[in-house]
């Protein structure tokens, strides 16, 4: 069974850093591309960052020069480095991965901006 797990959300001033977590199991982690999604009150979710299995990585503009997605396949963990944090970053952040066709999304972790 495949479980995403997310944790490192939070409560920061505007300006902060955060770094999420997702932890991988009963997947074939270093094989699958990975990625961090958001969804904000009222808004539809949104990609925020994506890696590959190969490590290459891609950024929505709102974030680019900011955040920072990264992978351990040893740990089968995905991070999300997320400085120069503004309010309008405020939304439930989720990890997410596909495999065999199936997408799979972790149980979001709130983070909250406040300026």
């Known amino acids: 069974q495949v479980q995403l797990v997310e944790s490192g959300g939070g409560l920061v001033q505007a300006g902060g850093s955060l770094r999420l977590s997702c932890a991988a199991s009963?997947?074939?982690?270093?094989?699958?591309?990975m990625g961090w999604y958001r969804q904000a009150p009222g808004k539809q979710r949104e990609s925020v960052a994506t890696i590959t299995s190969g490590g290459s990585t891609n950024y929505a503009d709102s974030v680019k020069g900011r955040f920072s997605i990264s992978r351990d396949n040893a740990k089968r963990t995905v991070y999300l480095e997320m400085n120069s944090l503004k309010p309008e970053d405020t939304a439930v952040y989720f990890c997410q991965s596909t495999q065999y066709g199936l997408t799979y999304w972790g149980q979001g972790t709130q983070v909250t901006v406040s300026s």
């Open positions: 009963g997947m074939l982690f270093r094989f699958n591309p």
